[in-house]
Each structure stands twice: as structure tokens, then as C-alpha cells.
């Protein structure tokens, strides 16, 4: 299945699983004397055992996923590349602190209900499968940064090597494990909230936080086209002009890869960014660059913080899951939802969310995720334009593309 096809597919059965756990747990809720009610006994109790499963995996997606993308950049670190990567990083991490601020400013006047005196009890589990971690969230990051660094230091060959198989084994574990049990895992979240009265007390926020982030990206992307027309000495609008139908096809295909060879073409029109960096950062970029993406997570990660647990993560907590979540960001794995598969060790780690946090996490993030997609392919441009005020000002890589009017 291609890339395209597999995120789609993706998504409708994350809304189906939505749709169809909100109306059954709505009907179970209104009629506690029915005889379907048991339903209710085998839900609760398969939803922790998906999220057993999940979570035990979030430690080896992490050292599976982080460890080679380090040991990678070691073996390619020519200027460039570390720079590009390093502007890419700095972009996630800024947008996921832009998203902070604006959390704490907006977040607490969007009404949201935090009382549970009014919500009906999930039953007790019945059948309780208990499959701890291998090893801790943090303790998986630390092992994965350690690791990674010092494979490239001694340039082991043989570690290298493992670890790229290690992270094809996870990628199928992620792909045909992980991925498959997200529809059910949300579906029966979302049963369960719905059961509890405390879906109908949320839906006007989740719509709002949907809105909000939407409008948080094209802030985000008038700061990088901004920074990238001071960098370069040359026109961003030149640049973001071209880029509607890479912002429109990311839009409709909700992926990266599938929007890549559109997004080339769009900035190639571009007459102030030359040949051959468009052809080196547009395609890394897709790759490495998620501010969207990360915006998004941040505010949202918040906004369920204080619907589910009744405060806001501290400052302090909140500083420390953007750093992170930009590392994650850089070394997301390229599948569906990868943005969120690979943070959800420091959602759960640093933030703290359980499985009812996790799984409305994934699916109101997946309602929204062809926009951050659109984002993080249209920054691109702002991206490459960066490097061509930091290595080609004085078009020392090469002419930039000049082109009539009509280009």
C-alpha cells in the first residue's frame, strides 16, 4: 500500500473507530438497564489491553527509531546537512514553544470542563493483562541519545548496521502491530468518554483547539518566510507564493511523501532559491521538518492537560517536552501518525497522560493532521531560503533560478 493510501485508509478508520465509539457509548449510557450493557465489561477491559500493548512499544520505538537517525547524521555531517538539520530542529522546538505561550494565553478562557461529579463510572476490569515496559520512557531516550552519539564517534560499523536493522524490525512493529490496534484502542476511548457523559461536555473545545492551531500555523509560517527574507536579503513572498498547491495536495493526501514531488516543483518556480538547494533541503525537509506537526501536539497536549487532570503542565514540564518533542520531531518514524507515535514516550513520560489522554490525543491530532502536513511541507520553502542566506548569498553554490515574470 503506498504512503498516500495507507494514511488515508488511516484516518477514516480513526474516525470510523470515533464515530462508532461515540454512538455506542452514548446509547450504553442512556440505557444502564439494558441487557448490552455488559458490552461495557469486555470494552474496558480490551482497551487496556491495547493499551498495554501500546505502551510497552513506546520504549523500543524510541531506541529503535532516535538511535539510527543520530547515527546517520554522524555519517553524513558535512555543514550543510548539520545546519539544515539544526535549522529544522530550532523551527519544531520554536513553534512548539510559540504553541506554549499561546496555550497558557488562550487555553484557560476556552471553558473547559474539568469536574467529573457528574460523570457515570466506567466499569471495574474484568480480565486485567499486565505487560510492563522492557525499560522506562526516559530511560529508553537517554539510552538512544548515549548510543547514537557514541556509534558515530567510533564509527562501529557493526552497531550501525544493527541498530538499522533494529529499526526496520520496529517499523514493521510500528506498521503492522501499533498502527492496526489505534482504531480500536481510540474507538473504545472514545465508548468509554462517551459512556461517561464527558464527550458531550468537550466536543465544542475540541472543535475550537482544531481552529486554533490551524491559525497558529500560518503565524508560525510568516515568522520563518520572515526570517528567511532577513537571512537571505531576498523577497519571501517570491518563495511562499508558489507553494498553494503543495499547502492544497498535503491538504488532500494528509502526507509528506506524497506531496514531495509537488513541493519540489512549487519551489524550483521560486527566482530567489537556487537549483541545488531545493534539491537538497525541499526533500530533507519533508523528512525532518514538522513544526505543524509539533505546534499542533504542544497545544493540544495542554488543552487535554487541563480537560483530563484539571491544571496546565507546569512551565517547567512544558519546557522540557519541546526540547524533547523537537528531537522527536527530527526522528520521527515516516509512517502514518508518526509524529505522535514517536512522542508518545514523553507524552506519557514528562506529561504524565494515561490511556484516556493518549488515545483522545491521537484522534483529535489525526482530525487535524492534512493541515499540519500542509504546514510543514510549506515551510520548507521558508527552510531553503534560510540555507540560502547562511551558503548562497553571493550565489557561490550556484545561479539562483532566474525566470520571466510569468514563472
Not at 461515540?22 to 493499551?51: K, N, Q, W
Not at 466506567?122 to 548515549?146: E, G, R, Y
Not at 500555523?217 to 520563518?224: G, K, P, S, Y
Not at 493540544?300 to 496546565?312: A, I
Amino acid at each position: 500500500m503506498s504512503t498516500k493510501a495507507a494514511d488515508f485508509s488511516l484516518i477514516l478508520k480513526l474516525l470510523a473507530g470515533i464515530v462508532i465509539g461515540s454512538l455506542a457509548g452514548t446509547y450504553l449510557g442512556a440505557h444502564t438497564e439494558s441487557p448490552l450493557h455488559c458490552i461495557m465489561d469486555a470494552v474496558v477491559s480490551l482497551r487496556y489491553i491495547f493499551g498495554q500493548i501500546i505502551f510497552f512499544l513506546v520504549p523500543l520505538v524510541i531506541v529503535g527509531f532516535i538511535t539510527p537517525a543520530i547515527v546517520r547524521l554522524g555519517q553524513n555531517a558535512s555543514k550543510i546537512l548539520f545546519t539544515a538539520v539544526a535549522i529544522a530542529y530550532l523551527s519544531s522546538i520554536g513553534a512548539a514553544f510559540f504553541s506554549t505561550i499561546s496555550g497558557y494565553a488562550i487555553i484557560p478562557h476556552l471553558s473547559i470542563a474539568t469536574s467529573a461529579e457528574t460523570l457515570r463510572t466506567l466499569p471495574k476490569i474484568v480480565f486485567q493483562l499486565d505487560i510492563p515496559p522492557l525499560f522506562s520512557v526516559m530511560s529508553a531516550l537517554v539510552f538512544a541519545l548515549l548510543f547514537g552519539v557514541a556509534i558515530s564517534w567510533t564509527k562501529s560499523e557493526t552497531m550501525g548496521r544493527l541498530f538499522s536493522e533494529l529499526e526496520r524490525i520496529m517499523s514493521a512493529l510500528v506498521l503492522h502491530v501499533m498502527i492496526p490496534i489505534l482504531p480500536f484502542f481510540v474507538g473504545m476511548s472514545f465508548l468509554g468518554l462517551a459512556y461517561e457523559g464527558s464527550l458531550s461536555l468537550h466536543l465544542p473545545v475540541f472543535i475550537s483547539m482544531v481552529l486554533i492551531v490551524i491559525v497558529g500555523h500560518f503565524i508560525w509560517l510568516t515568522v520563518l518566510y520572515g526570517i528567511g527574507g532577513l537571512l537571505s536579503g531576498r523577497n519571501p513572498w517570491e518563495v511562499f507564493r508558489h507553494y498553494a498547491p503543495a499547502y492544497l495536495t498535503a491538504v488532500g493526501t494528509m502526507s509528506s511523501a506524497a506531496t514531495l514531488p509537488v513541493a519540489l516543483e512549487c519551489a524550483r518556480k521560486s527566482r530567489v532559491l537556487s537549483k541545488n538547494l531545493v534539491e537538497f533541503m525541499i526533500p530533507l525537509g519533508s523528512t525532518v521538518h514538522l513544526c505543524g506537526s509539533v505546534l499542533t501536539e504542544t497545544f493540544f497536549c495542554m488543552t487535554l492537560h487541563l480537560m483530563l487532570y484539571g491544571t496546565l503542565p507546569s512551565v517547567g514540564v512544558m519546557i522540557l517536552f519541546c526540547m524533547l518533542l523537537g528531537i522527536f520531531a527530527v526522528g520521527a518514524p515516516g509512517v502514518p501518525g508518526g509524529t505522535v507515535v514517536a512522542s508518545l514516550g514523553i507524552v506519557t513520560g514528562v506529561l504524565g497522560f494515561d490511556q484516556n489522554g493518549v488515545a483522545l490525543l491521537i484522534a483529535i491530532f489525526a482530525l487535524q493532521d492534512s493541515f499540519g502536513t500542509a504546514c510543514n511541507i510549506t515551510g520548507d520553502g521558508a527552510l531553503t531560503l534560510m540555507l540560502e542566506g547562511i551558503f548562497n548569498k553571493n550565489e557561490q553554490l550556484g545561479e539562483l533560478q532566474h525566470r520571466g515574470e510569468n514563472a
